[in-house]
């Protein structure tokens, strides 16, 4: 066991781990993100907003009025997947985390990291991804900055997407608002983006039709948020998954949560891929679903507007919100027993998103 | 000669180039990189914000209020060089930006992209690092993401940082703003950065005592622009330097512009690491100066606010804005001859920030 750095001249307690390196684990979005982000991030940069620990940050704007910022950088390899690419992920990935805050997304900045040799080609097939994505969301891209590197100091390339969004007054939506009785409402099947990227990197000599969800979910939140229900958590279960989400929530509202298998959705493709690889499909990314905590009371209502919309239709409850065990979500598996589902440990799809 | 790149299924003109790759000097902030922007991202993200050509977009945000927003990624190489490092650079360069729009700083975000392998303790430093500069500029960063690539995929990390700030009603700062009459400013010595970065390389033998100027410049251009001064441009010469930056000003506001080379500031260890490696110091990057064109009346009155600040003491003319050549930059050499300054072309130092 290495000793734990010295951090000589700096205050950071730094990350008091195991390890003294960063290994893949660290991008999972699953426990050692987590872990990595509380014990390096959260104590240098500690504010209110960043510390809410939400996919983005609400801040003052002067009076009334309130903005949604988030970020993501996006690494996925292949860079084209069915369904998709890295460009139309880079815009969805920051649209979603803004509308996931109530926020409506406005403006999108795009930092570009270029590998030498890349196709200009290939990057413009990208730059129109973005452009439909932004066409399709209703935002401006207004920023932008291109970096070089050298040829095998990137996969072709990395893009960086930050987003600003308006919060409407009295708006208040964060993993911290879930409450008993609420009822938890999934936007469609699971696993879709994770395992379309799998396939396409031939690797495991597996072929599949399965296509990315990756969608910009702004017109669908503001479906759910225009029909005045009381909704308090909205979240997209990406990098590690529903399961990992919902503990992010259970734990943020020091709620316990209990889904029930056979309502969660998984389309036949994906789970013949799944159970092929050995994977479960609770645990892969999605980037085209939304998970929200809705009143009971309201339930039907945003469900109803949720199937009006395209990214919705296939909603569903999947569960709800229960007093105990505090902190922690249980599954009732299809045959009646109920087991502990824990976050992602470690990592199951390096560079998905 | 290669055929130019079809963009089947594409609106997107793309890259009228006779390169049909991207190459280092794509990456150089000169003559390249403007025309990859202008050929493939511009005609895509065709918003006014973005049109406007400035080192951030202004935007709207309801009401009376504006945001100032700017974005970019850092790969600069090595991590650490005297007087800084790649997280003090990821920190100013933003705010800088924002800065230089007329906006005051507000929200940062921050998005990783981190190297499997990379040490824990380095990691640590350069989030220190950031969180320095962030109190030092007073600034809070709300918003993170952190992904991990596999070893050989990055040089250790690249950061990108994106701002958002404030802009005060009737404030109408642009690189087009600039007229007949204006005194160009510098705040100080020209090439710290790029020679410092250059010599941590190691690669030329070359030792020198220069640091990196890499300084968060709000405070500076807060008290510039609290004195009521008629400024007009604020911008810093980064990549490409001072003479590029002139250019795009120039170009921006179709204007002339005259410097005279005897008062534009170099130190002399700058001067001779230029000297010894053929660089030309008016091309060379500064991570903490700026420009300024400044109505002639209120230029003594600017100077004297600026010379108050931390970042500000060597501040001095350099230069005026003048009726001809349009879209151009004239220097006066020590003899007293004048040649036009252009561009930089190609690249001259690649990975500088």
């Not at 003294?20 to 699953?30: A, D, L, T």
């Not at 072709?156 to 008993?180: D, K, Q």
């Not at 395992?195 to 039709?209: D, H, N």
Request: hydrophobic share 45%; with cysteine; glycine share 12%.
């Amino acid at each position: 066991m290495s000793e734990p750095p010295s951090m000589e001249g700096a205050y950071c307690p730094l990350p008091i781990t195991h390890r003294s390196q960063i290994v893949m684990g660290h991008g999972s979005g699953g426990k050692m993100t987590h872990d990595l982000i509380a014990q390096a991030f959260l104590p240098a940069f500690n504010n209110p907003a960043l510390m809410a620990g939400d996919d983005g940050a609400v801040v003052d704007c002067g009076g009334a009025a309130r903005l949604a910022i988030s970020t993501d950088s996006h690494v996925v390899w292949p860079l084209f997947f069915p369904g998709g690419d890295i460009g139309r992920l880079a815009v969805c990935g920051t649209v979603n985390d803004v509308s996931m805050m109530g926020g409506e997304p406005r403006y999108l900045t795009a930092g570009f990291v270029l590998e030498e040799g890349l196709s200009l080609e290939l990057l413009g097939k990208v730059i129109d991804s973005m452009r439909l994505a932004s066409v399709e969301a209703g935002i401006q891209i207004v920023a932008g900055d291109t970096k070089v590197v050298q040829k095998g100091k990137a996969d072709g390339l990395y893009i960086n997407t930050s987003g600003v969004g308006f919060l409407a007054p009295g708006r208040e939506l964060s993993g911290r608002n879930g409450r008993v009785g609420d009822v938890i409402i999934l936007s469609g099947p699971l696993g879709d983006h994770g395992i379309a990227v799998l396939c396409a990197r031939g690797e495991l000599g597996l072929k599949s039709e399965v296509k990315s969800d990756i969608a910009p979910l702004n017109h669908l939140t503001k479906a759910m948020l225009d029909t005045g229900a009381e909704i308090h958590v909205l979240r997209d279960p990406t990098r590690g998954g529903l399961a990992t989400s919902l503990n992010e929530i259970a734990v943020q509202s020091q709620i316990g949560i209990l889904i029930r298998e056979s309502a969660v959705p998984v389309r036949p493709a994906v789970a013949a891929a799944c159970e092929l690889l050995g994977f479960d499909p609770l645990y892969v990314a999605n980037e085209g679903k939304l998970i929200g905590l809705v009143a009971a009371k309201d339930a039907q209502t945003v469900l109803a507007a949720m199937r009006q919309t395209r990214y919705g239709e296939e909603s569903v409850v999947i569960g709800e919100v229960v007093r105990e065990p505090i902190a922690r979500v249980l599954m009732e598996t299809e045959i009646g027993s109920h087991r502990i589902l824990d976050v992602l440990s470690g990592e199951m799809l390096p560079r998905i998103c």
